[in-house]
């Protein structure tokens, strides 16, 4: 119950958080400064006063993460990982313990009439006869 009531919540943050970002003015130059550009003074220049949408980012930024770690460990037990191949083989080894030790006597292995040979009771023509 409560492991989706924050499932929805995070999901409601990640989105508020990316329009967030994506709301802010760009402060220019981005990777130019690391080159040595005119934009590097910008990057690396004295700090401009926070705005709210500023401050609202940073807000989500962190209750994000929170969220993260809360979920993660809420969700710590939830989930085993399984195996599809080894579900079928434990249910294969449920119904045939012995299924290595199988003479072939079962009728689900094979269609009726393909498990026996049948030998001819007359020789064939052509062939010779004991006496």
């Known amino acids: 119950m409560i492991y989706g009531f924050l499932l929805v919540i ?3 943050v990640s989105v508020l958080l990316v329009v967030a970002v994506l709301m802010q003015a760009s402060k220019g130059g981005g990777l130019a400064g690391i080159a040595g550009g005119a934009a590097s003074t910008a990057v690396f220049g004295g ?3 926070a705005t709210l949408l500023h401050k609202v980012t940073i807000v989500l930024a ?4 929170l969220n993260c770690l809360v979920l993660s ?3 710590k037990g939830r989930s085993t990982p399984r195996s ?3 579900e079928q083989m434990q249910e294969e ?3 045939n ?3 290595f030790l199988d003479d ?12 026996t040979a049948t030998l001819p009771t007359t020789p064939a023509e052509g062939g010779e006869t004991e006496e």
């Open 47 to 49: 700090r401009q006063a």
């Open 93 to 95: 080894a449920a119904s």
């Open 84 to 86: 599809v191949t080894q």
């Open 97 to 99: 313990p012995l299924g």
């Open 62 to 65: 962190v209750v994000f993460g």
């Open 10 to 12: 995070h999901v409601i």
């Open 73 to 75: 460990s809420l969700s």
């Open 104 to 115: 072939g006597s079962s009728d689900a292995a094979m269609p009726a009439g393909e498990g």
